[in-house]
């Protein structure tokens, strides 16, 4: 794997979770809005809003980088959209970076030929 596209899948590690972190307070903030006099959507929204296309960006970038399949390319979408769905793709995004460190270090090394 070369360095952009690695740089490409941390960077939408490191933002899944915080996206997935976002979703689930602006749940709560809307079922506090319904049942109370507090009224945190509006802030909640833009955060996770920013978050979301920040999400979609990187996703896009690792997707054309790391050359996903569609299906591989449409789970990472559809996490993005689940509310705990960050936490699932950033510890599948760490596990395939750690398996290309793995791959590439045997290639180095002479241990397999990929």
Do not use: Q
């Amino acid at each position: 794997m070369d360095f952009k596209t690695a740089t490409a899948l941390r960077r939408l590690r490191l933002v899944s979770a915080p996206e997935a972190v976002s979703f689930l307070l602006l749940l709560v903030c809307s079922v506090l809005k319904r049942t109370t006099d507090f009224n945190a959507v509006p802030v909640m929204g833009m955060v996770h809003g920013v978050l979301f296309i920040l999400y979609v960006v990187f996703w896009l970038d690792a997707w054309k980088r790391a050359k996903w399949s569609g299906k591989t390319a449409a789970l990472y979408f559809a996490l993005s959209v689940l509310p705990t769905g960050g936490f699932f793709a950033e510890r599948m995004l760490k596990r395939e970076a750690e398996a290309s460190v793995i791959a590439d270090r045997a290639r180095r090394e002479g241990v397999v030929n990929a």
